[in-house]
Protein backbone atom coordinates (compact mmCIF):
# COMPACT_ATOMS: atom_id res chain seq x y z
CA UNK A 1 0.00 0.00 0.00
CA UNK A 2 1.33 3.37 -1.16
CA UNK A 3 1.70 6.31 1.31
CA UNK A 4 -0.89 7.84 0.23
CA UNK A 5 -3.07 5.06 0.02
CA UNK A 6 -2.29 4.69 3.95
CA UNK A 7 -3.11 8.39 4.56
CA UNK A 8 -6.40 8.23 2.56
CA UNK A 9 -6.99 5.05 5.27
CA UNK A 10 -5.87 6.50 8.41
CA UNK A 11 -7.54 9.66 7.74
CA UNK A 12 -10.94 8.00 6.78
CA UNK A 13 -10.70 5.48 10.25
CA UNK A 14 -9.87 8.66 12.03
CA UNK A 15 -13.54 9.96 10.22
CA UNK A 16 -14.96 7.00 11.01
CA UNK A 17 -14.34 7.60 14.60
CA UNK A 18 -15.41 10.80 14.88
CA UNK A 19 -18.48 11.06 13.33
CA UNK A 20 -19.47 8.01 15.12
CA UNK A 21 -18.83 9.87 18.69
CA UNK A 22 -19.97 13.12 17.45
CA UNK A 23 -23.26 11.28 16.47
CA UNK A 24 -23.88 8.69 19.32
CA UNK A 25 -23.26 11.58 21.88
CA UNK A 26 -25.47 13.91 20.59
CA UNK A 27 -28.15 11.61 19.92
CA UNK A 28 -27.61 9.98 23.87
CA UNK A 29 -27.79 13.05 25.49
CA UNK A 30 -31.03 14.27 23.31
CA UNK A 31 -32.47 10.20 24.20
CA UNK A 32 -31.43 10.86 27.99
CA UNK A 33 -32.67 14.16 28.62
CA UNK A 34 -35.71 14.04 26.60
CA UNK A 35 -36.73 10.53 27.82
CA UNK A 36 -34.52 9.20 31.06
CA UNK A 37 -33.18 6.38 28.71
CA UNK A 38 -29.76 5.65 28.30
CA UNK A 39 -28.36 4.27 25.12
CA UNK A 40 -27.75 0.92 26.55
CA UNK A 41 -31.25 1.33 27.63
CA UNK A 42 -32.97 2.44 24.40
CA UNK A 43 -30.91 -0.56 22.58
CA UNK A 44 -31.89 -3.31 24.92
CA UNK A 45 -35.49 -2.41 25.01
CA UNK A 46 -35.40 -1.90 21.30
CA UNK A 47 -33.75 -5.50 20.73
CA UNK A 48 -36.54 -7.26 23.65
CA UNK A 49 -39.28 -5.73 21.33
CA UNK A 50 -37.70 -6.74 18.01
CA UNK A 51 -36.61 -10.43 19.17
CA UNK A 52 -40.38 -11.20 21.27
CA UNK A 53 -41.51 -14.48 19.60
CA UNK A 54 -44.45 -16.07 22.28
CA UNK A 55 -42.81 -19.47 20.68
CA UNK A 56 -39.60 -18.65 21.89
CA UNK A 57 -37.09 -17.76 24.82
CA UNK A 58 -34.88 -14.65 24.93
CA UNK A 59 -32.09 -15.70 26.77
CA UNK A 60 -29.20 -13.61 27.89
CA UNK A 61 -27.03 -14.86 26.18
CA UNK A 62 -28.55 -14.96 22.70
CA UNK A 63 -29.99 -11.11 23.78
CA UNK A 64 -25.94 -10.39 24.53
CA UNK A 65 -25.39 -11.88 20.85
CA UNK A 66 -28.08 -9.83 19.30
CA UNK A 67 -26.61 -6.65 20.30
CA UNK A 68 -23.21 -7.87 20.09
CA UNK A 69 -22.20 -7.06 23.74
CA UNK A 70 -20.30 -9.32 25.99
CA UNK A 71 -22.62 -11.34 28.06
CA UNK A 72 -20.97 -9.36 31.54
CA UNK A 73 -21.95 -5.97 30.40
CA UNK A 74 -25.31 -7.34 29.28
CA UNK A 75 -25.84 -8.98 32.89
CA UNK A 76 -25.14 -5.49 34.75
CA UNK A 77 -27.30 -3.44 32.34
CA UNK A 78 -30.16 -5.96 32.67
CA UNK A 79 -29.82 -5.93 36.61
CA UNK A 80 -29.79 -1.99 36.62
CA UNK A 81 -33.23 -2.00 34.31
CA UNK A 82 -34.85 -4.62 36.55
CA UNK A 83 -33.96 -2.33 39.73
CA UNK A 84 -36.13 0.01 37.50
CA UNK A 85 -38.66 -2.61 35.89
CA UNK A 86 -37.99 -1.73 32.80
CA UNK A 87 -36.90 -6.20 32.33
CA UNK A 88 -37.50 -8.60 34.05
CA UNK A 89 -35.86 -12.42 34.19
CA UNK A 90 -37.81 -15.63 34.61
CA UNK A 91 -37.21 -19.06 34.03
CA UNK A 92 -38.27 -20.29 30.86
CA UNK A 93 -41.30 -22.19 31.04
CA UNK A 94 -40.96 -23.55 27.11
CA UNK A 95 -38.30 -25.68 27.69
CA UNK A 96 -37.15 -25.02 31.93
CA UNK A 97 -33.42 -24.13 30.90
CA UNK A 98 -31.75 -20.92 31.81
CA UNK A 99 -33.90 -17.36 32.41
CA UNK A 100 -35.71 -15.75 29.66
CA UNK A 101 -35.48 -11.85 29.35
CA UNK A 102 -39.25 -9.82 29.01
CA UNK A 103 -39.96 -6.73 28.57
CA UNK A 104 -42.34 -5.51 31.03
CA UNK A 105 -45.33 -3.12 30.17
CA UNK A 106 -42.98 -0.18 32.07
CA UNK A 107 -40.09 -1.25 29.45
CA UNK A 108 -42.55 -1.37 26.70
CA UNK A 109 -44.08 2.15 27.77
CA UNK A 110 -40.66 3.43 28.30
CA UNK A 111 -39.69 1.90 24.55
CA UNK A 112 -43.26 3.07 22.83
CA UNK A 113 -42.22 7.21 24.38
CA UNK A 114 -38.68 7.28 23.03
CA UNK A 115 -38.81 6.09 19.76
CA UNK A 116 -40.26 9.40 18.26
CA UNK A 117 -37.65 10.87 20.43
CA UNK A 118 -34.80 8.75 19.06
CA UNK A 119 -35.80 9.00 15.56
CA UNK A 120 -36.00 12.75 15.61
CA UNK A 121 -32.37 13.29 16.89
CA UNK A 122 -31.08 10.39 14.17
CA UNK A 123 -33.18 13.08 11.72
CA UNK A 124 -31.69 15.97 13.24
CA UNK A 125 -27.81 14.88 14.47
CA UNK A 126 -27.36 12.56 11.15
CA UNK A 127 -29.72 11.76 8.52
CA UNK A 128 -30.64 15.37 7.89
CA UNK A 129 -27.25 16.45 7.18
CA UNK A 130 -26.42 13.73 4.40
CA UNK A 131 -27.26 14.16 0.77
CA UNK A 132 -29.24 10.90 -0.29
CA UNK A 133 -26.44 9.58 -2.05
CA UNK A 134 -23.90 9.78 0.82
CA UNK A 135 -26.82 7.43 2.51
CA UNK A 136 -26.40 5.23 -0.05
CA UNK A 137 -22.68 5.08 0.06
CA UNK A 138 -22.86 4.46 4.05
CA UNK A 139 -25.45 2.05 3.54
CA UNK A 140 -23.43 0.37 0.65
CA UNK A 141 -19.94 0.66 3.33
CA UNK A 142 -21.89 -1.17 6.16
CA UNK A 143 -23.30 -4.12 3.71
CA UNK A 144 -19.54 -5.05 2.65
CA UNK A 145 -18.08 -5.00 6.36
CA UNK A 146 -21.41 -7.34 7.54
CA UNK A 147 -21.18 -9.81 4.58
CA UNK A 148 -17.65 -9.96 5.27
CA UNK A 149 -17.97 -10.49 8.84
CA UNK A 150 -20.69 -12.80 8.30
CA UNK A 151 -18.53 -14.96 5.84
CA UNK A 152 -15.79 -15.03 8.15
CA UNK A 153 -13.22 -13.09 5.68
CA UNK A 154 -10.58 -10.91 6.17
CA UNK A 155 -10.22 -8.59 4.15
Known amino acids: MSRTADRRAADAWAAYRRLRQIVDAEIARDLEQGTGLSMPDYEVLEA ?19 LNWPHSRLSRQLGRMERRGLVAREPCERDGRGDDVLLTDAGQNALDSAVPAHRASIHRHFTDLLAPAQLAALTGIERTVAERRAAGAAP
Not at 50 to 62: N, T
Open 48 to 66: LAELRDPQACIRVRGLAAH
